[in-house]
Nanobody, 115 residues
Framework: QVQLVESGGGLVQAGGSLRLSCVAS????????MRWYRQAPGKQRELVAF???????NYADSVKGRFTISRDNAKNTVYLQMNSLKPEDTAVYYC?????????WGQGTQVTVSS
């Protein structure tokens, strides 16, 4: 079993910044790929970014150059630094990993960007 707990969401004005954190516990390995997804009202959940155990990263086109994903394996924590936020970034952000042949999700953290 794996537990993922996100934090760091909130209300911010356009152009502002937030840093999300996701703490993992349970049967998680430092080799597991960690991902951030988001889901806006009325829209499908979309992949925002992922990071491999070696630190390789990948981003959705909509957030490239503004968001940075990182991880601290010693703390079993993955971060999402979000800069230059836009109203269209408003969504619930979820941490995700796939291990032991199943997906695990956190409860989500709300990010709201006002114009």
């Amino acid at each position: 079993q794996v537990q993922l707990v996100e934090s760091g969401g909130g209300l911010v004005q356009a152009g502002g910044s937030l840093r999300l954190s996701c703490v993992a516990s349970g049967s998680i390995l430092s080799s597991d790929v960690m991902r951030w997804y988001r889901q806006a009202p009325g829209k499908q959940r979309e992949l925002v970014a992922f990071i491999t155990s070696g630190g390789s990263t990948n981003y959705a086109d909509s957030v490239k150059g503004r968001f940075t994903i990182s991880r601290d394996n010693a703390k079993n924590t993955v971060y999402l630094q979000m800069n230059s936020l836009k109203p269209e970034d408003t969504a619930v952000y979820y941490c995700n990993t796939y291990t032991g042949m199943r997906h695990y999700w956190g409860q989500g953290t709300q990010v709201t960007v006002s114009s």
